[in-house]
């Protein structure tokens, strides 16, 4: 990422250079020479421009401990930029004594007023263009701000949506489950009932046959006890 800054930078040097050494040549030149030349340095300008809005983005993607150190390059790359425009502006209004003696000619000391004229109102319509362009440049900033934000407001609804998928999913499981333990805990309640039925059952059947032996065993003593007193009176009889 640092390597695709340090790119940047080497063609913000150059163009910068070219530049500048384009801009001192304005005011030494006149008519289509000039013309031609202030539109070639207006372009590389606006190179310039979207050269430092690379250099913006790639500074925005790196990370937080290493921006501070490019934030400052590209700060004063920011204000090395506004001082060549800055220098432009006066480059397209300024003339050498040489082109202006050769413009006015023989009428220099009369249009001198004129001349000066000429160049407030061609600054005033320069401050103006620099504004609409500034302004320009805002909105279209602007524009990419609020595109991108369009784009993560989309993001985070997707992702807003898969949750509340996701959560409606895990209350259907919870349902589910909560169905299933109610069945369980129906069946685990009827299989106790049983059981409990079962063990009493088994206590009344133990408890009738315990009576029986006990029956069993009394009436075998009494059976025994009759014989025996049987016996014994016809003992004394004979």
């Not at 910068?16 to 040549?25: D, S």
């Not at 160049?119 to 302004?135: F, G, I, P, Q, Y």
């Not at 063990?199 to 003593?221: D, E, K, M, P």
């Amino acid at each position: 990422m640092s390597s695709d800054f340090e790119a940047y930078e080497q063609d913000f040097g150059t163009l910068t250079a070219e530049i500048t050494n384009k801009i001192g040549r304005i005011p030494k030149l006149g008519g289509e020479e000039k013309t031609q030349l202030v539109l070639n340095v207006d372009k590389q300008l606006e190179e310039v421009r979207e050269l430092m809005e690379q250099m913006d983005l790639e500074v925005r993607e790196l990370p937080i401990q290493s921006r501070g150190m490019y934030q400052s390059r590209l700060k004063s790359y920011k204000g090395e930029m506004d001082k060549l425009e800055k220098d432009f502006k006066r480059s397209r209004i300024a003339y050498s004594d040489e082109v202006r003696n050769e413009l006015l000619g023989e009428d220099a000391g009369s249009s001198e007023s004129q001349l000066i004229k000429l160049r407030e109102e061609r600054a005033h319509l320069l401050d103006n263009t620099e504004k609409l362009e500034r302004s320009s440049r805002r909105l279209d900033a602007g524009y990419q701000i609020a595109v991108e934000t369009e784009q993560v407001g989309q993001e985070i609804l997707a992702n807003l949506h898969t949750d509340r998928e996701k959560i409606q999913r895990s209350r259907d499981r919870l349902r589910e489950t909560d169905a299933n333990l109610g069945k369980s805990s129906r069946i685990l309640t009827g299989m106790l009932r049983r059981i409990i039925q079962n063990r009493v059952l088994v206590f009344v059947l133990g408890a009738i046959i315990l009576i029986t032996i006990i029956l069993a065993i009394y009436f075998n003593r009494q059976k025994a006890f009759f014989w025996s007193t049987l016996r014994q009176c016809n003992e004394e009889l004979d």
